[in-house]
């Protein structure tokens, strides 16, 4: 009787044609959003301990790439600097000593205790990759804004086309993910008018690894020479500051990274199938051999980056908007890099982010299906050519026909084109004003 007079008394009391909260519905949908984040959580638990356990639980043997980073990790720890010794002789640290000198915490615990920390980070650097994409997007949408299905097209593609290269990068505990992130973080945090921020994520990004020093052009060509100079300049203190903890012995790390890495003094054969860049397809194609396959270029290899690199300043310039600017810079990334494992191709999230974006903005009906078809493409040959769906010999069969790097190719022709086709100005992009 009292639950009857207590309903009757919110029904009187609620004002006329104010709907009557079902208090049993509401906490329904509580309970079933934190069923949802729970299973996610324990989802991503799993997948922790699962990668983590990927690494090697004895310091002083090779699991995979973290076991690089950690060893390198707990020479500066005692001391030394990062490239004294290794754990083989084909497994070296190749990166500047910042990354070493930041994962110093995770060297303070166990192997497979800072493994799950870094898959976490990696992990992390997904959600936010493929977030400031959308935002990117919603930003640069031209006022028209996103339908719900339009943002969740974006979210989708960006990381189904590229998923190989987020579980590789996952199962061989590499950086690639963390210096996606920070890229991304890079023309973001600009296109909302934070440059200092931006340019030192930027100078983070090329301490961890060299290769964002790229986007330096894009800057340039958007007409931002002073911009692209402080950038540099920012990355060389920050580099030079992370040699100084060796002392006097910082001018010989200092050879020894540029020796090993920049000058591939290690040795990698750049012609091997697995090498998707553009100097790995050419030392292919015209039958590298022997000491021509350890050049980081040669003269075909730098006359077609020279195209690639041009396509991208092109259009650049024409582009209007930042992500549209960029993406064919981030496709550069790895096209252009003397040595691009397929783990690396995950610095096209946002290229892909914004050709979905064009997509969803309602572009033409005919671009609309083009640019459907190349991420479409770009998905079967990123994706179907791994070990586990074709097998490892289809897939070493697509690795020697270059079918990454004519994945990650179309991408960049398809961004090009957005920039330069006669619909760009409605999708967001066009002459610069």
Same mark, same amino acid.
Do not use: H
């Given at each position: 009787m009292a639950d009857a007079v207590g309903a009757a008394t919110r029904f009187v009391g609620a004002p006329s044609g104010s709907?009557?909260?079902?208090?049993?519905?509401?906490?329904?949908?509580?309970?079933?959003?934190?069923?949802?984040?729970?299973?996610?959580?324990?989802?991503a638990a799993l997948g922790g301990f699962y990668y983590a356990s990927r690494s090697s639980a004895?310091?002083?043997?090779?699991?995979?790439?973290?076991?690089?980073?950690?060893?390198?990790?707990?020479?500066?720890?005692?001391?030394?600097?990062?490239?004294?010794?290794?754990?083989?002789?084909?497994?070296?640290?190749?990166?500047?000593?910042? =990354?070493? %000198? *930041?994962?110093?915490?995770? &060297?303070? #615990?166990?192997?497979?205790?800072? @493994?799950? +920390?870094?898959?976490?980070?990696?992990?992390?650097?997904?959600?936010?990759?493929?977030?400031?994409?959308?935002? =990117?997007? %919603? *930003?640069?949408?031209?006022? &028209?804004? #996103?339908?719900?299905?339009?943002? @969740?097209? +974006?979210?989708?593609?960006?990381?189904?086309?590229?998923?190989?290269?987020?579980?590789?990068?996952f199962q061989l505990g590499q950086v690639n993910l963390i210096v996606t992130a920070l890229s991304i973080a890079h023309v973001y945090l600009y296109s909302g008018g934070r440059k200092l921020t931006s340019a030192l994520l930027l100078a983070l990004a090329a301490s961890f690894k060299i290769t964002p020093l790229i986007l330096l052009l894009y800057h340039a060509a958007r007409g931002r020479l002073k911009y692209a100079a402080g950038c540099f300049a920012l990355f060389a203190v920050m580099?030079?500051?992370?040699?100084?903890?060796?002392?006097?012995?910082?001018?010989?790390?200092?050879?020894?990274?540029?020796?090993?890495?920049?000058?591939?003094?290690?040795?990698?054969?750049?012609?091997?199938?697995?090498?998707?860049?553009?100097?790995?397809?050419?030392?292919?194609?015209?039958?590298?051999?022997?000491?021509?396959?350890?050049?980081?270029?040669?003269?075909?290899?730098?006359?077609?980056?020279?195209?690639?690199?041009?396509?991208?300043?092109?259009?650049?310039?024409?582009?209007?908007?930042?992500?549209?600017?960029?993406?064919?810079?981030?496709?550069?990334?790895?096209?252009?890099?003397?040595?691009s494992w397929k783990a690396h191709f995950v610095a096209l999230v946002l290229p892909v982010a914004y050709l979905s974006a064009q997509v969803a903005s309602g572009t033409e009906v005919r671009r609309m299906r083009l640019i459907l078809g190349v991420l479409a493409a770009a998905f079967a040959l990123f994706n179907l050519t791994s070990p586990l769906i074709a097998g490892r010999l289809a897939a070493e069969l697509a690795d020697a026909a270059s079918l990454v790097w004519a994945g990650a190719l179309l991408i960049f022709s398809c961004s090009v084109g957005s920039v330069l086709s006669p619909e760009a100005k409605a999708a967001g992009v066009g002459p610069e004003v």
């Open positions: 709907p009557v909260r079902d208090p049993t519905g509401t906490s329904m949908k509580n309970r079933s959003f934190k069923l949802r984040v729970v299973a996610v959580v324990a989802l004895d310091a002083q043997v090779y699991g995979n790439d973290f076991n690089v980073y950690y060893f390198a990790a707990r020479e500066v720890l005692s001391g030394r600097d990062p490239y004294q010794r290794s754990l083989g002789a084909w497994t070296p640290y190749l990166y500047p000593p910042l =990354l070493a %000198e *930041a994962l110093v915490p995770l &060297a303070l #615990l166990p192997v497979r205790a800072a @493994a799950f +920390i870094w898959y976490l980070l990696n992990l992390s650097s997904v959600i936010v990759a493929a977030s400031l994409c959308l935002k =990117l997007s %919603e *930003a640069e949408s031209e006022g &028209a804004g #996103l339908s719900s299905t339009g943002r @969740a097209l +974006i979210l989708v593609a960006s990381v189904a086309v590229v998923a190989r290269f987020i579980l590789d990068n580099t030079a500051a992370s040699f100084l903890p060796f002392g006097l012995l910082g001018s010989s790390a200092f050879t020894d990274f540029a020796n090993r890495t920049l000058r591939n003094e290690q040795g990698f054969n750049l012609a091997y199938p697995g090498n998707q860049s553009t100097r790995g397809v050419v030392g292919r194609v015209m039958g590298e051999r022997g000491e021509r396959t350890r050049t980081p270029s040669s003269l075909p290899s730098i006359a077609a980056s020279a195209l690639l690199l041009a396509a991208a300043i092109f259009a650049a310039r024409r582009a209007r908007a930042e992500m549209a600017a960029a993406a064919p810079f981030f496709c550069c990334l790895v096209l252009l890099s003397p040595l």
